[in-house]
């Protein structure tokens, strides 16, 4: 397998427009989760699916992100309007189980300027 | 509240000898504790898994301790190699069982 895929690596945009994130879990894993690691905050959870079910989206920072899992081999981070202190590294992370042994993905850089 | 603390300083240490990283909570009552791995530029990697009612797990070089008296997970490599240098974090479930929660990592540095 080839481990949890995300596109883009890097994103670079500007206030107020739209950014989407991109998400491939490892095939056959049935829980799926986005993280936000910044320097300030380190690493955290923004929500998480559960056989392509958002479980819990307590740690979405605010309206302006959303989450989808239209399938078990896709999903996608947005955020919209985009603002400079959105600015991070995005992961994506997927497991058999719900929080046992988690797989990440290589992450995407965003910069919002 | 919940907190996770880990060393916020490098731990620099020489090759061959003992690294020794702290991983401390309060208000958990975690059923396990994880520890990673991340390397600059990359996602986290998963190690090691010890439940609440191991004392300590191995795995090769690696030895990691939970004592939940104390509230503390101690991470050991032992032999440590120049490639060991990378940032470890621990990570605990919270109390609702409906969040994973990590610490800021330690920055290990080996020098050979």
């Known amino acids: 397998d080839a481990g949890v895929i995300q596109s883009p690596r890097h994103e670079v945009t500007e206030m107020g427009q739209e950014v989407t994130l991109r998400c491939k879990p490892i095939s056959g894993h049935d829980y799926l989760f986005w993280y936000r690691q910044t320097m300030m905050r380190g690493l955290e959870l923004l929500i998480y699916?559960?056989?392509?079910?958002?479980?819990?989206d307590s740690g979405m920072p605010e309206d302006r992100f959303s989450a989808k899992m239209p399938n078990a081999s896709f999903s996608t981070l947005k955020i919209q309007p985009s603002e400079p202190r959105d600015s991070a590294v995005y992961f994506c992370?997927?497991?058999?189980?719900?929080?046992?042994?988690?797989?990440f993905g290589p992450g995407t850089r965003l910069t919002v300027t | 509240s919940q907190k996770i603390e880990q060393n916020s300083e490098a731990l620099n240490i020489q090759e061959g000898k003992t690294a020794t990283l702290t991983c401390n909570y309060t208000?958990?009552?975690?059923?396990?504790l994880q520890w990673y791995r991340q390397d600059p530029g990359r996602g986290p990697v998963f190690l090691l898994l010890?439940?609440?009612?191991?004392k300590e797990k191995r795995k090769e070089r690696l030895k990691v301790t939970f004592d939940t008296t104390l509230k503390q997970s101690l991470f050991h490599i032992t032999a440590s190699q120049p490639a060991d240098s990378a940032t470890y974090l621990c990570a605990l479930e919270n109390n609702a069982g409906n969040m994973l929660t990590f610490g800021g990592g330690t920055r290990l540095m080996v020098k050979p």
């Open positions: 010890i439940r609440e009612n191991e």
């Open positions: 699916f559960n056989n392509n079910v958002p479980i819990d």
């Open positions: 992370a997927s497991s058999p189980q719900t929080f046992d042994e988690q797989y």
């Open positions: 208000n958990y009552s975690p059923a396990y």
